[in-house]
T-cell receptor
Framework: DTGVSQDPRHKITKRGQNVTFRCDPI?????LYWYRQTLGQGPEFLTY????????KSRLLSDRFSAERPKGSFSTLEIQRTEQGDSAMYLC????????????FGPGTRLTVT | AQRVTQPEKLLSVFKGAPVELKCNYS??????LFWYVQYSRQRLQLLLR??SRESIKGFTADLNKGETSFHLKKPFAQEEDSAMYYC??????????FGTGTRLKVLA
């Protein structure tokens, strides 16, 4: 197991386009998180899955953002009608579950909206 | 509002000097608190969790509920400690709240 992977690593898109990112967590980890990180800030929580169930979603997330985790394995994060303000690093992390609170982060997907 | 504050964006210390990275939180319940670290060109990773009370790489952090603080300390800084450090809070659910981070530079 090579850890959490994310694809693509970089994405440049034009304003108004839709983009989709993928995260493959560590196998057997049943919690999965998405974060957004901009320059000079810490990771900002977007959403969280327990297996395939999306249990929490940030109120900061507009309706243009959606995430799925079918079958409780990999997850996708889609941003519709991208805006320049969406430019950021999008991080995925997974956790084993139970009372294990160690998040394993992926390398991130850097999104640039032109 | 639930919040994590790291007042220093950058902290520079000389090798061998003590280090204290400050973290204050805002949460009325019993918090779960963590320190995460990101070394250059590496992923963010857990350094320590308050409930474990372990010392990792010589770092310790004590939860002070009266001052709502969870400062990270190391008695003698090493050059390999240079990294970005983030304090994080779980306010009752699994929704992590991260601070803005402190960049630690250990000078030779």
């Amino acid at each position: 197991d090579t850890g959490v992977s994310q694809d693509p690593r970089h994405k440049i898109t034009k304003r108004g386009q839709n983009v989709t990112f993928r995260c493959d967590p560590i196998s057997e980890h049943n919690r999965l998180y998405w974060y957004r990180q901009t320059l000079g800030q810490g990771p900002e929580f977007l959403t969280y899955f327990q297996n395939e169930a999306q249990l929490e979603k940030s109120r900061l997330l507009s309706d243009r953002f959606s995430a799925e985790r079918p079958k409780g394995s990999f997850s996708t994060l889609e941003i519709q009608r991208t805006e320049q303000g969406d430019s950021a690093m999008y991080l995925c992390a997974s956790e084993r579950g139970g009372d294990s609170y160690e998040q394993y982060f992926g390398p991130g997907t850097r999104l640039t909206v032109t | 509002a639930q919040r994590v504050t790291q007042p220093e964006k950058l902290l520079s210390v000389f090798k061998g000097a003590p280090v204290e990275l400050k973290c204050n939180y805002s949460y009325s319940g019993s918090p779960e608190l963590f320190w995460y670290v990101q070394y250059s060109r590496q992923r963010l990773q857990l350094l320590l969790r308050h409930i474990s009370r372990e010392s990792i790489k010589g770092f310790t952090a004590d939860l002070n509920k009266g001052e709502t603080s969870f400062h990270l300390k190391k008695p003698f800084a090493q050059e390999e400690d240079s990294a970005m450090y983030y304090c994080a809070l779980i306010p009752g659910t699994y929704k992590y709240i991260f601070g803005t981070g402190t960049r630690l530079k250990v000078l030779a």
